[in-house]
């Protein structure tokens, strides 16, 4: 599995990005998929999480109710809707592909990751 992430840019606080990640292969379907994020100085961080079927996500605490990822497994995209952006939201992101079907959260069940995508929010 491939992965190319896309959408990042620069926003005010309080506004909205749509993130995508476009998935090659014919197994993306069959994978849970996840978005992790890495700010200046800091370690990765788990954001969001979904199952193979969308119908089960999970949320980092500091982006719940602001954050939602889905996915379209028909276009082979995961995206990560991003709404009421703080400055502290500011990171490189990364879309990821597990080895199994799980909404798994943890970068060491993750088996492939695509580049990152740059998320800088301004106060």
């Known amino acids: 599995v491939q992965l190319q992430a896309s959408g990042g840019g620069l926003v005010q606080a309080g506004g909205s990005l749509r993130l995508s990640c476009a998935a090659s292969?014919?197994?993306?379907?069959?994978?849970?998929m996840a978005w992790f994020r890495q700010a200046p100085g800091k370690e990765r961080e788990f954001v969001a999480a979904?199952?193979?079927?969308?119908?089960?996500?999970y949320y980092a605490d500091s982006v719940k109710g602001r954050l939602t990822i889905s996915r379209d497994n028909a276009k082979n995209t995961v995206y990560l809707q991003m709404n009421s952006l703080k400055p502290e939201d500011t990171a490189v992101y990364y879309c990821?592909?597990?080895?199994?079907?799980?909404?798994?959260?943890?970068?060491?069940?993750?088996?492939?990751w695509g580049k990152g995508t740059q998320v800088t929010v301004s106060s």
């Open positions: 979904i199952n193979w079927s969308g119908v089960t996500t």
């Open positions: 292969g014919r197994t993306f379907s069959t994978k849970g």
């Open positions: 990821a592909a597990s080895g199994g079907s799980y909404a798994y959260t943890s970068d060491g069940d993750m088996h492939y």
